[in-house]
């Protein structure tokens, strides 16, 4: 088997005030696969998140992307393997242009010229938002600052992209633009999310997590199938939502 | 809630002003400015020369009368402080329609108003010709530190943000009925301003985190700007070095 892109082993994480965030998590994620990390608020899936790419290191356990285990010497190394978007894009995008904060990532990398522009610009069409490049990103809407983010992720060429909440706050049409580009992708993907029909229609894989544990981990339309499950992880489909019924 | 007071500032527009380099108009900004405050008060024609030049710019970049005067309303609380000095002075007096005024406090009132509009109007014929972004460039082009850029950018990248933040937070306090008549009722608001500085101050740390996702190290890249040729430099200094001969004409006639 191929060498897993994310191999998270036993890992374990307590809060400064002892609090427990995570107990013992098992994760792989295998190159090409598109995962949904599903739980309840609280469940832990932000402090897991942010220890794939070492904003947290391990208290116990270890953390591993594409063979590359997570040190502080690896750090630069694995923030490019791990590309993370975060919930909020105005927390991601602080540059003067669309353009300008897409390149951010690359030029922390050393890239430069025609490099850094052809990276830039494959980044920038792949969301479809190469339109924008030399607005600012206070005039943009929601959807187009949250595919923007996304560009300034996928400009790093990671490994995995980890989407958390990519849909929150996102109407219809937005939430459905947004489906159809990271469709295109073929990067690895990482979806944390609430929004249960957009990881049935994302996703193959799920994982639940709940307390700090993972506690399911299967075929997604299995996993939303099963109603106790889901009900004891306080996770609902949508009024009227039914799985395999056409999505 | 696309907050477009950040852009209200720029007027969009193909002219010459606007196609010259933001470095080069930066810099003839500061060399005009410094002309303008280096004149002698007494020599009033200077400042009328001065007042005209920057209005043909203004004219030339097409920014209209009205753009104009609405951005230059800032001044006022300037104004009328300055308004205030002719009393406040001591000295010699004169009488105008019948009032004691102070004769020094008259050209201090004088040189107060005239360098400052002056210096606003260079400002506003400047951000009027140039968009943020390339006003960003310039100060870069022009050696001023990156941390000081970056300090910029991220004020006026995430004022629109908190302003709108203030802007919610009002909105909701007015949907319970918090309706201030007097200024007694401007409590929640200062509160609510101290929230907002909370919040920024979280954010501050989120946005961090996500620079550091993206392989921030605590040097942030350079933004690259096209250079400036011979011709746009002589252009663009051509109006400073104009009012500097004005300047030194305003010291030589005293």
């Known amino acids: 088997m191929s060498v897993p892109t994310i191999a998270v082993t036993d890992l374990a994480f307590d809060y400064p005030d002892g609090t427990a965030a995570l107990k013992s998590v098992d994760l792989h994620i295998h190159p090409g696969e598109t995962v949904a990390l599903l739980g309840p608020n609280g469940a832990g899936k932000t402090t897991l998140i942010l220890h794939l790419n070492g904003i947290h290191m391990p208290q116990h356990g270890t953390v591993a992307v594409s063979g590359l285990q997570l040190t502080k010497d690896n750090m630069p190394e694995i923030r490019r393997r791990v590309g993370v978007v975060f919930q909020d894009p105005d927390d991601q995008l602080f540059m003067p242009t669309v353009r300008s904060d897409v390149e951010f990532g690359p030029r922390n990398l050393g890239l430069e010229g025609a490099e850094l522009d052809t990276r830039v610009d494959s980044a920038l069409d792949a969301m479809e938002v190469a339109d924008l490049a030399d607005r600012p990103p206070n005039h943009l809407s929601f959807g187009q600052k949250r595919r923007v983010a996304i560009a300034g992720v996928l400009a790093m060429e990671p490994s995995i992209i980890i989407l958390d909440e990519p849909t929150s706050n996102l109407d219809p049409a937005s939430r459905r633009e947004l489906a159809m580009a990271l469709k295109t992708l073929d990067t690895t993907q990482l979806v944390v999310t609430h929004d249960l029909p957009f990881a049935y229609q994302m996703c193959e894989r799920a994982v639940v997590m709940d307390h700090g544990e993972i506690v399911a981990n299967g075929p997604t339309p299995q996993l939303l199938a099963d109603d106790s499950l889901l009900a004891q992880h306080r996770l609902e489909l949508p009024y009227g939502f039914v799985i395999g019924a056409g999505s | ?254």
């Open chain 2, 1 to 254: 809630m696309a907050g477009g007071h950040v852009h209200a500032l720029y007027r969009h527009g193909d002219t010459l002003i606007h196609g010259l380099p933001p470095q080069v108009k930066v810099a003839a900004a500061f060399l005009f400015i410094f002309a303008v405050v280096a004149t002698p008060k007494e020599a009033w024609w200077a400042f009328v020369i001065y007042a005209s030049t920057l209005l043909s710019l203004a004219t030339a970049a097409r920014l209209g009368r009205r753009f104009v005067a609405t951005r230059m309303l800032i001044e006022v609380p300037f104004v009328l402080a300055a308004l205030l000095f002719p009393f406040v002075g001591g000295g010699a007096t004169v009488s105008v329609l019948g009032l004691e005024l102070s004769r020094s406090g008259l050209w201090d009132m004088w040189n107060v108003l005239a360098k400052a509009t002056l210096g606003l109007l260079t400002s506003v014929v400047l951000a009027g010709t140039t968009d943020i972004p390339s006003m960003l460039r310039g100060f870069e082009k022009l050696r001023v530190p990156r941390v000081l850029t970056a300090i910029m950018g991220f004020m006026i990248r995430y004022l629109d943000v908190v302003l709108g933040e203030f802007r919610r937070m009002r909105v909701a306090m007015h949907s319970r009925g918090h309706n201030p008549r007097s200024l007694a009722g401007i409590g929640p608001y200062a509160r609510s301003a101290g929230l907002i500085f909370i919040r920024s101050y979280e954010r501050g740390e989120r946005v961090y985190l996500a620079m550091a996702s993206r392989g921030y190290t605590g040097h942030m890249p350079s933004v690259n700007g096209d250079d400036a040729g011979i011709s746009q430099w002589s252009a663009g200094l051509a109006v400073p070095a104009f009012a500097w001969l004005v300047a030194a004409m305003a010291w030589w006639s005293l």
